[in-house]
């Protein structure tokens, strides 16, 4: 087998995601920086497009579009970081010897958030075993034993699976079967000691092949190309490492926003608390204020001034990255969300809005209060929309809740029990299990939220808001 490049990364999974983010990110440094690293490419489950790939050789174009600055743009890559790929459920040696590459360095995984996990059932004699962490533990063992226990041949393993503290998770899972599997103190030393493990923050919007619009993308490529991936043109990889790491992946020369950082939690937070904060305070207030989409949200003067101001004057102040560097990557969200290449519906986000405006949303709002002593509006307001959205109906029209069923019926009960406002909104904030507190002993929260809601019955969402800050205003 032919190859332009030595094997110094193996991958497990060959998804739109990763091709259209790590691949890319490896496509860069071999691009940019002469880093002559090919990857070999692991299917994870039984299905998948390793011999689509194979028959590629490994080749694909990505299309990134989106808006910088203000400024739609679209950008065609053709990748070829990917060497070769390899199905160990049919070619479970072939996968073994991917773990003698004697230039081998890194492994990277997307294998779902569900890919992270022990499986009892795994065995070191199966041929694969099931979970992801059983085929990593089945390689590095045969890396172990095939380098007679070398540490220079240890590997850094560098997960994107979407769940915090990804690396922590995969290295104990990995050690549980090391020692139910009997490997040995010398490769649990091995791993422990000559292998390093990585958390990760990924964030890059991948549509995948566009096969609604295919015609137009394949009129712009002179080959047959049943691989193509479209994404959108942000990128940020925040990896938990040090200088060390950094020397190894020298994305800092690309362009590309990779941050390799002591600690990834205040990006993480970052990302959380601002883009998809934001998502989840405009779902119910836009879709009240008869918006459909995302970019309909942020490109109307009332509602897209309302969740500029409420990031940049109510969420980025509470949080602790420096202010300047939290404004940029808030522009970049609002970019995001202009993207026009993207159609994001509001009623598609809104699954389970109870439990991410707790995790998403009301940290900001507490802390907001914590810092200054006051309640911040916008985010109050939000609060009074939500609350008011999982009534169910609004002017007539059916609201599209989306939430476990005890939750809607829950509140929906309450609202049919009661005529009075302040009754509803204790009833609903004071509910420990939503919240994970009891949130009328927050002071001021539930006078704010139904004077909140009583604006919104009376005069609709602009009008409502309008009246409500200036009841705070003549207030203070």
Same mark, same amino acid.
């Given at each position: 087998?032919?190859?332009?490049?030595?094997?110094?990364?193996?991958?497990?999974?060959?998804?739109?995601? *990763?091709?259209?983010?790590? #691949?890319?990110?490896?496509?860069k440094?071999?691009?940019?920086? #002469?880093?002559?690293?090919?990857?070999?490419?692991?299917?994870?489950?039984?299905?998948?497009?390793?011999?689509?790939?194979?028959?590629?050789?490994?080749?694909?174009?990505?299309?990134? =579009?989106?808006?910088?600055?203000?400024?739609?743009?679209?950008?065609?890559?053709?990748?070829?970081?990917?060497?070769?790929?390899?199905?160990?459920?049919?070619?479970?040696?072939?996968? =073994?010897?991917?773990?003698?590459?004697?230039?081998?360095?890194?492994?990277?995984?997307?294998t779902?958030?569900?890919?992270?996990?022990?499986?009892?059932?795994?065995?070191?004699?199966?041929?694969?075993?099931?979970?992801?962490? @059983? =085929?990593?533990?089945v390689? *590095?063992y045969?890396?172990?034993k095939?380098?007679?226990?070398?540490?220079?041949?240890?590997?850094?393993i560098?997960p994107?699976?979407?769940?915090?503290?990804?690396?922590?998770?995969?290295?104990?899972?990995?050690?549980?079967?090391?020692?139910?599997?009997?490997?040995?103190?010398?490769?649990?030393?091995?791993?422990?000691?000559?292998?390093?493990?990585?958390?990760?923050?990924?964030?890059?919007?991948?549509?995948?092949?566009?096969?609604?619009?295919?015609?137009s993308?394949?009129?712009?490529?002179?080959?047959?190309?049943?691989?193509?991936?479209?994404?959108?043109?942000?990128?940020?990889?925040?990896?938990?490492g040090?200088?060390?790491?950094?020397?190894?992946?020298?994305?800092? =020369?690309?362009?590309?926003?990779?941050? %390799?950082?002591?600690?990834?939690?205040?990006?993480?937070?970052?990302?959380?608390?601002?883009?998809?904060?934001?998502?989840?305070?405009?779902?119910?207030?836009?879709?009240?204020y008869?918006?459909?989409?995302?970019?309909?949200?942020?490109?109307?003067?009332?509602?897209?001034?309302?969740?500029?101001?409420?990031?940049?004057?109510? %969420?980025?102040?509470?949080?602790?990255?420096?202010?300047e560097?939290?404004?940029?990557?808030?522009?970049?969200?609002?970019?995001?969300?202009?993207?026009?290449?993207?159609?994001?519906?509001?009623?598609?986000?809104a699954?389970?809005?109870?439990?991410?405006?707790?995790?998403?949303?009301?940290?900001?709002?507490?802390?907001?209060?914590?810092?200054?002593?006051?309640?911040?509006?916008?985010?109050?307001? @939000?609060?009074?929309?939500?609350?008011?959205?999982?009534?169910?109906?609004?002017?007539?029209?059916?609201?599209?809740?989306?939430?476990?069923?005890?939750?809607?019926?829950?509140?929906?009960?309450?609202?049919?029990s009661?005529?009075?406002?302040q009754a509803?909104? #204790?009833?609903?904030?004071?509910?420990?299990?939503?919240?994970?507190?009891?949130?009328?002993k927050?002071?001021?929260?539930?006078?704010?939220?139904?004077?909140?809601?009583?604006? %919104?019955?009376?005069?609709?969402?602009?009008?409502?808001?309008?009246?409500?800050?200036?009841? %705070?205003?003549?207030?203070?």
């Open positions: 087998m032919s190859r332009k490049r030595p094997i110094k990364i193996v991958q497990f999974g060959e998804g739109n995601f *990763l091709r259209a983010f790590v #691949d890319f990110a490896f496509h440094l071999n691009t940019e920086l #002469d880093f002559n690293a090919g990857i070999a490419v692991v299917q994870p489950i039984e299905k998948g497009l390793i011999d689509v790939l194979n028959e590629q050789d490994g080749q694909y174009a990505l299309f990134s =579009k989106g808006v910088v600055n203000g400024i739609e743009v679209q950008e065609k890559y053709v990748i070829d970081s990917i060497e070769y790929a390899v199905n160990p459920y049919v070619d479970f040696e072939s996968f =073994k010897k991917l773990a003698h590459e004697p230039e081998l360095q890194f492994v990277i995984s997307n779902t958030e569900a890919g992270i996990a022990y499986n009892e059932d795994d065995a070191q004699e199966m041929a694969p075993p099931n979970s992801f962490p @059983a =085929k990593l533990t390689f *590095l045969e890396r172990f095939h380098f007679k226990g070398n540490k220079d041949k240890g590997l850094t560098i994107c699976e979407l769940i915090n503290t990804n690396a922590d998770a995969l290295k104990k899972f990995i050690l549980q079967y090391s020692e139910a599997w009997q490997l040995g103190p010398d490769f649990k030393n091995w791993v422990d000691r000559d292998c390093s493990f990585h958390n990760t923050l990924v964030d890059r919007i991948v549509p995948g092949y566009p096969k609604d619009d295919i015609l993308y394949t009129q712009q490529l002179d080959y047959e190309d049943k691989l193509i991936v479209t994404s959108e043109e942000f990128f940020l990889w925040v990896i938990e040090d200088e060390t790491l950094k020397k190894k992946l020298p994305f800092h =020369k690309t362009g590309l926003d990779v941050k %390799i950082v002591p600690n990834m939690q205040p990006y993480r937070t970052r990302k959380v608390r601002i883009l998809n904060g934001a998502h989840t305070v405009m779902v119910p207030f836009s879709l009240m008869g918006n459909s989409t995302v970019k309909e949200t942020v490109d109307d003067k009332f509602t897209g001034k309302f969740v500029s101001d409420l990031i940049f004057d109510e %969420i980025i102040p509470t949080l602790e990255l420096d202010k560097e939290l404004e940029i990557f808030a522009n970049a969200v609002l970019d995001r969300f202009r993207n026009p290449f993207i159609k994001h519906y509001l009623a598609s986000i699954l389970n809005s109870i439990s991410k405006f707790k995790v998403r949303v009301l940290p900001s709002l507490l802390q907001y209060q914590k810092n200054t002593g006051e309640l911040p509006p916008r985010l109050v307001f @939000a609060f009074a929309c939500l609350l008011r959205f999982y009534k169910g109906d609004w002017k007539e029209k059916k609201l599209p809740v989306n939430d476990d069923e005890n939750v809607v019926s829950f509140i929906q009960n309450i609202w049919n009661s005529s009075k406002i509803v909104v #204790d009833a609903i904030i004071g509910e420990e299990s939503f919240w994970d507190q009891n949130l009328t927050v002071a001021g929260l539930s006078q704010s939220l139904t004077l909140a809601m009583e604006h %919104i019955e009376r005069n609709g969402i602009e009008e409502g808001f309008n009246a409500f800050c200036n009841h %705070i205003k003549k207030q203070k």
